[in-house]
């Protein structure tokens, strides 16, 4: 807890306002942010100075590991998280990729598990990493990115998060999490869950032991709407202790993740939070 409310606590100090074009408000800012999250112990770094819903982030990234770009899949999973940048953004709405209502398009998942070939057919990224973990394979390149430069144009939403890189020394994984841009008040708590999560699946369905997952993000801000609540709010209140987050073992498999899991697979034990606080979200 206490890194999150230090980063916050940091941007207000030594952030500098930046204009942001896409929302129209501007961003108090601080570049290099670099938290950790001890999977191994699991310390879940669910928020506890404000309620957080850990849910519909994991939600959200099981809808990543399946490929889904329709923000109604993401929906039946338990995450509206992609109703909005699928359905009212205004240039995504006018663009001519876009197939219908809640279409994302060739957005995160759709990039990690069919990456497209320019001489035809498509590379599953996640796949390779899965079948190499299993096998006590790691050739430093166990990467999955979302990130595909070529493809922007053709999916709502350019990705935040957008390479994650595992590692195995020994028996054990550890992973590195890059994020180009985050909305810290709003944004960090769900894309910590994430982050974690990540790591703690991983190992589980490769069979190794989790290490730490380390999260670098490059642009860390609040929005200028944002801030009274961060300062004389959340920053006022006392962390309670981490709670751990309580996985099914009988998930096994990246086909387990692709097929028969829902949200009822995961818990949290021993999770203490202050009241919530409802940040504005910018579109």
Same mark, same amino acid.
């Given at each position: 807890?206490?890194?999150?409310?230090?980063?916050?606590?940091?941007?207000?100090?030594?952030?500098h306002?930046?204009?942001?074009?896409?929302?129209?408000?501007?961003?108090?800012?601080?570049?290099?942010?670099?938290?950790?999250?001890n999977?191994?112990?699991?310390?879940?770094?669910?928020?506890?100075?404000?309620?957080?819903?850990?849910?519909?982030?994991?939600? /959200?990234? @099981?809808?990543?590991?399946?490929?889904?770009?329709?923000a109604?899949?993401?929906?039946? @999973?338990? &995450?509206?998280?992609?109703? &909005?940048?699928?359905n009212?953004?205004a240039?995504? @709405?006018?663009?001519?990729?876009?197939?219908g209502?809640?279409?994302m398009?060739?957005?995160?998942?759709?990039?990690?598990?069919?990456?497209?070939k320019?001489?035809?057919?498509?590379?599953?990224?996640?796949?390779?990493i899965?079948?190499?973990?299993?096998n006590?394979?790691?050739?430093?390149?166990?990467?999955?990115?979302?990130?595909?430069?070529?493809?922007?144009?053709?999916g709502?939403?350019?990705?935040?998060?957008?390479?994650?890189?595992?590692s195995l020394?020994g028996?054990?994984l550890?992973?590195?999490?890059?994020q180009?841009s985050?909305?810290v008040?709003?944004?960090?708590?769900?894309?910590?869950?994430?982050?974690?999560?990540?790591? &703690?699946?991983?190992?589980?369905?490769?069979?190794?032991?989790?290490?730490?997952?380390y999260?670098?993000?490059v642009?860390?801000?609040?929005?200028?709407?944002?801030?009274?609540?961060?300062?004389?709010?959340?920053?006022?209140r006392e962390?309670?202790?981490?709670?751990? @987050?309580?996985?099914?073992?009988a998930?096994?498999?990246?086909e387990?993740?692709?097929?028969w899991v829902?949200m009822?697979?995961?818990?949290? /034990?021993?999770?203490?939070?202050?009241?919530?606080?409802?940040?504005?979200?910018?579109?």
């Amino acid at each position: 807890m206490k890194q999150y409310l230090d980063l916050c606590q940091r941007i207000i100090d030594e952030g500098h306002w930046v204009e942001n074009k896409r929302t129209g408000k501007r961003c108090l800012t601080v570049i290099d942010a670099d938290l950790e999250y001890n999977v191994a112990a699991n310390e879940f770094p669910l928020i506890t100075t404000r309620k957080s819903f850990y849910k519909a982030a994991i939600a /959200e990234f @099981l809808g990543y590991i399946r490929g889904y770009d329709n923000a109604a899949d993401f929906r039946k @999973l338990g &995450a509206k998280t992609w109703d &909005a940048n699928a359905n009212e953004n205004a240039a995504w @709405l006018a663009n001519e990729h876009r197939k219908g209502s809640d279409d994302m398009g060739r957005v995160y998942g759709v990039q990690g598990r069919s990456w497209a070939k320019p001489d035809g057919g498509s590379v599953d990224q996640l796949r390779k990493i899965v079948d190499n973990l299993k096998n006590g394979i790691d050739d430093r390149g166990e990467i999955l990115s979302f990130y595909n430069p070529g493809e922007f144009h053709m999916g709502c939403l350019r990705p935040c998060m957008h390479t994650h890189t595992f590692s195995l020394l020994g028996d054990t994984l550890y992973l590195t999490s890059y994020q180009r841009s985050c909305d810290v008040p709003l944004g960090l708590n769900f894309n910590q869950v994430q982050v974690f999560f990540f790591l &703690a699946i991983m190992a589980q369905i490769t069979g190794n032991k989790p290490g730490k997952a380390y999260h670098k993000i490059v642009n860390a801000h609040i929005y200028e709407d944002q801030l009274p609540l961060m300062r004389d709010v959340q920053l006022k209140r006392e962390p309670f202790p981490s709670p751990k @987050l309580i996985i099914n073992p009988a998930i096994k498999s990246l086909e387990d993740l692709e097929t028969w899991v829902t949200m009822d697979d995961f818990q949290v /034990e021993g999770y203490q939070h202050h009241e919530p606080i409802a940040y504005p979200f910018s579109v």
